[in-house]
Nanobody
Framework: QVQLVESGGGLVQPGGSLRLSCAAS????????MGWYRQAPGKQRELVAG???????NYADSVKGRFTISRDNAKNTVYLQMDSLKPEDTAVYYC???????????WGQGTQVTVSS
């Protein structure tokens, strides 16, 4: 059974930082591309950052220079370091795992991030 369990969300003031974690089980983590998506109220889910099995990364323009995605294959965990947070970063953040050749895809349950003073 595949599980992706996110943690690290919460309430933070503008300009603050949070680190999200996503622990995976039930998959061969090292061969999966991993990603973080977010969905704000009334908006579509959007890709925030992705990292391939080889460690290549990509980011949404809105978070470039502020967010960093990384992975630890020994811990089956992907991270999203979020700095200089803005109110518009408020959303539910979801972890995504994509198998090679798009043969499977899994989602976590989501973690709420709220940026507010």
């Amino acid at each position: 059974q595949v599980q992706l369990v996110e943690s690290g969300g919460g309430l933070v003031q503008p300009g603050g930082s949070l680190r999200l974690s996503c622990a995976a089980s039930g998959i061969i983590f090292s061969i999966y591309a991993m990603g973080w998506y977010r969905q704000a109220p009334g908006k579509q889910r959007e890709l925030v950052a992705g990292i391939t099995s080889g460690g290549n990364t990509n980011y949404a323009d809105s978070v470039k220079g502020r967010f960093t995605i990384s992975r630890d294959n020994a811990k089956n965990t992907v991270y999203l370091q979020m700095d200089s947070l803005k109110p518009e970063d408020t959303a539910v953040y979801y972890c995504n795992a994509r198998a090679p050749f798009h043969t499977g895809e899994y989602w976590g349950q989501g973690t709420q991030v709220t940026v507010s003073s």
